[in-house]
């Protein structure tokens, strides 16, 4: 049973093979589409199922009986007398009226051809042995064409067993297929590459996207140069290349995509998208202390870090590409030692945006901080953010005398203006000026008469008189003074003082006579030159006079009568005469 059903099924194999041949070939030469497909492998089942039907009838079947057996083995071992068959019969029906000797006669010789056959030699090897030969022919075709064409049976065969899969039918095309970047984030640009290679490169190329088993329309992709020499390695003509790409300007969720051109589609790949969690903006809120008065800032962060006065108060606004479900901030010292944070205050989502989170802490120490992300699906942040944290101090208040200089001298009952600037980081508080005569204890005075002064005011001009009558200085006496800030740091004002002043009284006398000796060659000189320029002018002006005057003195003697509008004139000039007059006195009362 088993050699026949061997038989039959070699007989069948090169049948089959064939027709499964044809049809990858058939497959690979036109594409067909789902329908076409399935018809086709229809077909295909159908001429198997022909094929092998007379093997399985056989093995349906099963073993012969006895006296088909029995004939067989007669046949195939050239028993002409049917003893086998004769045995058979008389061992199994009825023997009424056979002779009982000729019965067991006949069933011994039976019996004992039996013992002596051989089962293997009943076989028809020669018939088993004609059928090997097609089969094992067909089995090497297969594998011969297999070795040549491996791209062809790589891409058909899949489609024949799975024509409902949907895969791309043969091409010679090959496609290498890659997305920049990689990793790609939720929200981030992509762009997808890809380069074709083979016989006869087509000039356009498309690609499809693949949502939910549903065809989205062909989009066009935009073609990129490729060197003539291919590269540093010139390519030989049938490895020739083309390029051809396609941006995606947001991406939100993965995708699958095959590329299609006029001479074949590529298999499914998928645009993978990595849902971790980015930082992409980050904004810094500072709401300084309540006795700066200074108004909330808000801004981006700075790649420095951020700075800002102790115990200020720090929000921290973040922008995610995905919806975020915590995340928290590590408060750093600057010891490398210690890399334990001292303070962990955990990321507070939105509650209408989860996209957008907050924190907040108290400046207190520098040092930095690291802010890490958790999404809402539970994957960790991709990147930790870290930046610097300066704590920026309230700097001490300046305070500058400008007027007059630290030493100087002023007669009995003079008023001496003194004036002061001051500056501070935050507030000028108050200023004060103390003054005291010789040794006597100063008093001090609070300057309250001053330009810019008042709530939030930095810098300030404030100018006082020191009265020496008032004071009671005689000649001799020194008054000294100096000026005193004070800011409004709360805890304790920081205060800074100018150095000390003096004015050193003298008679009116002592500072003429003072006056005179500090009275330079360099300012005589100065005052000369002064004086020569007023005499040259004063010179200029009594030539135009006397020019003047011959000229009427000529009219004159003339005995004409003068014209109205020159007797003005005479008038005229007699005034700017008595002028002249009075200015040259002048200037020989000063010049003496």
């Not at 006949?106 to 059928?131: F, K």
């Not at 309250?448 to 300030?460: E, K, L, P, R």
Request: charged residues 25%; hydrophobic residues 40%; proline residues 7%.
């Amino acid at each position: 049973m088993w050699a026949e059903v061997a038989e039959l099924s070699l007989n069948a194999l090169p049948v089959v093979a064939g027709v499964w041949l044809v049809g990858v070939f058939f497959d690979a030469a036109i594409g067909f589409h789902r329908i076409g497909l399935v018809v086709l492998v229809g077909v295909l089942l159908t001429l198997t199922a022909v094929a092998v039907i007379p093997a399985l009838v056989r093995l349906r079947r099963g073993r012969a009986g006895p006296r088909e057996s029995a004939l067989v083995t007669e046949d195939r071992l050239g028993i002409a007398d049917n003893r086998l068959v004769n045995a058979l019969d008389l061992a199994g029906r009825d023997t009424t009226g056979t002779s009982a000797a000729l019965r067991d006669e006949v069933i011994t010789r039976g019996e004992t051809i039996a013992g002596s056959v051989d089962p293997a030699g009943v076989i028809d090897r020669v018939a088993l042995h004609r059928a090997v030969k097609p089969a094992g022919a067909a089995a090497i075709v297969w594998i011969v064409v297999c070795l040549l064409m491996p791209g062809v049976f790589h891409a058909v065969v899949p489609r024949l067993f799975a024509p409902f899969a949907d895969y791309p039918p043969f091409t010679s095309i090959r496609f290498d297929v890659r997305n920049d970047p990689v990793p790609v984030f939720v929200g981030s640009p992509a762009t997808i590459r890809v380069e074709l290679t083979g016989p006869r490169l087509p000039d356009r190329a498309q690609i499809v996207f693949v949502d939910e088993d549903i065809r989205t329309t062909p989009l066009p992709m935009d073609r990129v140069s490729v060197p003539a020499d291919g590269g540093s390695v010139r390519q030989a003509p049938q490895r020739r290349a083309a390029r051809f790409l396609f941006r995606v300007d947001r991406v939100i969720e993965s995708r699958e995509f095959y590329i299609q051109t006029p001479r074949g589609r590529s298999g499914l790949y998928t645009l993978a998208v990595d849902t971790s969690p980015l930082i992409n903006e980050v904004r810094v809120a500072l709401d300084f202390p309540a006795y700066t008065g200074w108004p909330d800032s808000a801004g981006a962060l700075s790649p420095l870090g951020i700075s800002a006065l102790t115990d200020t108060d720090i929000t921290l606004h973040l922008a995610s590409n995905v919806a975020l479900g915590g995340g928290e901030l590590r408060l750093m010292t600057n010891s490398s030692d210690d890399m334990t944070p001292r303070q962990v205050i955990p990321l507070i989502p939105d509650p209408i945006d989860p996209r957008m989170a907050q924190t907040t802490f108290k400046l207190e120490y520098p040092g930095r901080f690291e802010l890490s992300l958790i999404g809402a699906d539970g994957s960790p942040g991709v990147k930790t953010l870290k930046s610097d944290l300066r704590v920026v101090p309230d700097r001490v208040p300046k305070i500058d005398i400008v007027k007059p200089m630290r030493g100087v001298v002023a007669p009995e009952g003079w008023t001496v203006p003194v004036q002061f600037t001051a500056g501070d980081d935050i507030e000028v508080a108050r200023v004060t000026l103390h003054q005291g005569l010789n040794e006597n204890p100063t008093a001090s005075t609070e300057l309250t008469d001053t330009v810019g002064g008042g709530s939030g005011n930095t810098a300030i001009y404030a100018d006082h008189r020191i009265d020496l009558e008032t004071m009671g200085a005689r000649s001799g006496d020194v008054v000294r003074y100096h000026a005193q800030v004070e800011d409004n740091r709360p805890g304790g004002s920081q205060t800074v003082k100018t150095p000390v002043h003096s004015i050193h009284v003298v008679t009116m006398s002592q500072y003429l006579e003072l006056a005179r000796m500090r009275y330079g060659a360099g300012d005589l000189l100065r005052e000369s030159e002064t004086y020569k320029d007023r005499l040259i002018k004063l010179d200029e002006q009594r030539d135009r006079l006397i020019d003047r005057i011959k000229s009427l003195r000529v009219q004159m003697g003339s005995d004409e009568a003068l014209p109205g509008g020159q007797r003005d004139d005479v008038t005229a000039l007699g005034k700017a005469l008595d002028h002249y007059a009075d200015q040259s006195d002048q200037l020989s009362r000063e010049i003496i």
